[in-house]
């Protein structure tokens, strides 16, 4: 494997290239995440991660962060990047509008790990699954209650 990236490269890539990369950083920390939890079978993984990495996910994830003050004024920057490129892709089961927040909150970690952002990945992931959770805890508690 090479050495990390310099910054100044993450600055020059496209937002679509930096979601390239940032799909599959975001993506491991999911799936370790879902091996500590004691998820095994492929389909159960699966099944499970989607909470996590689906395009209405990342939405809803880059949109708290906003509200929410998360994010460096950098990474708010990746994020219109990567939201405000051009892609030739269609979503599968997103609108446009969904999508295009998705590969914005992508390229914020692929811009992460080209800079070698290590431990600001580590934390954006960590506040991604725990805010997650704790949505999935309220609906659910929501859902008892009707």
């Known amino acids: 494997m090479s050495q990390p990236v310099n910054t100044n490269l ?8 930096l979601a390239y990369l940032g799909d599959g950083v975001y993506e491991v920390f999911v799936r370790q995440h879902l091996l500590e939890l004691g998820f095994s079978k492929p389909n159960q993984l699966q099944k499970r991660a989607v909470h996590y990495v689906s395009a209405k996910a990342q939405a809803f994830l880059i949109q708290t962060m906003l509200a929410q003050g998360v994010l460096t004024a950098t ?3 990746i ?10 892709t269609k979503a599968k089961n997103a609108s446009v509008t969904t999508y295009r ?13 080209l800079a070698a952002a290590t431990e600001r990945i580590t934390e954006l992931a960590q506040w ?19």
């Open 101 to 113: 927040q998705s590969t914005g909150f992508e390229a914020v970690f692929g811009y992460l790990k």
């Open 10 to 17: 993450a600055q020059q890539l496209n937002g679509i290239a």
């Open 79 to 88: 994020f219109h990047r990567g939201r405000n490129a051009k892609s030739y």
């Open 128 to 146: 991604c699954i725990t805010t997650i959770e704790a949505a999935e805890a309220a609906e659910g508690e929501q859902n008892h209650e009707e």
């Open 75 to 77: 990474e708010i920057s």
